[in-house]
């Protein structure tokens, strides 16, 4: 793991796979499950004591991925999941009530993030269909989990990003921004709308996350540049208040506090977690 990144000796894993009891029997829908924040997100459900049902577009990925989480598939569902279709979505969500009888929380990971470029080169037919992903997916998804969600409240964590408020220097995401601060925005609405059954709508916004998808990026700009990979790291932790990019455990981690009982009165909030980069 190189510097400016934390990593977890073996003793320090195995406490952190104890159950700690966060979301211990509650029924989490994770939508996006893949590599990286998904299965993270998926992972740290099971391991607090809930039940994490997995959907995603890629069959045997979520397979594996499941595999991964629980092996003994005691606490895990998953089914191919695309969030563009409604029929889907409604299918994820009879799952997880058909395996455990309840959804008490809902969260969007899933999206479209590599379109890259700005406006004057924009393909708004591209822009169209990120939009139609990352905003009218998540709140399909939403629309979806309703129905079991007013039965008992519960909680929808979106997964936004910094970039939505602050746009890296790095690159030009400009459709992706644009549609996650979209997606803020209508957490607003939601939270007032859906209050009144005790569901809670809350945005988790990622900045720099160590994970699969930083990782590439490291790699490859160290390779381009041909300088190593500690330097390009080194060029993003020191915009940081803390001396390390936040991991993308630290996002599951605040993820499951929304999700749980813990953030109870918390609703209709956007949360930061970015090491201290950008301070709102």
Known sequence: MPAGTSGRTAAEQQAADAPWGLLRGRTVVVSGVGAGLGHRVAETVVRDGGNAVLGARTADNLAASARAIDPAGTRTAHRPTDITDEAQCEALAALAV???GRIDAVVHVAAWDSYFGGLADADFDTWKSVIDVNLLGTLRMTRACLPALRERG?????IGTQSSLAPPSQMQQTAYAASKGALTSAMY???RELGPDRIRVN?????????PPVQAYVRFTAASESVPEEEVLGR???RMALPELAT???VADAVAFLASDRARAITG????VNAGELMR
Do not use: C, H, K, N
Request: net charge negative; proline share 3%; no cysteine.
């Open 98 to 100: 058909e395996r455990f």
């Open 154 to 158: 519960g909680s929808v964590v979106i």
């Open 189 to 191: 609405s939601l939270a």
């Open 203 to 211: 945005t988790v916004l990622p900045g720099w996350m160590w994970g």
């Open 236 to 238: 993003l932790t020191e």
């Open 248 to 250: 993308d455990g630290d």
């Open 269 to 272: 909030q956007s949360l930061l």
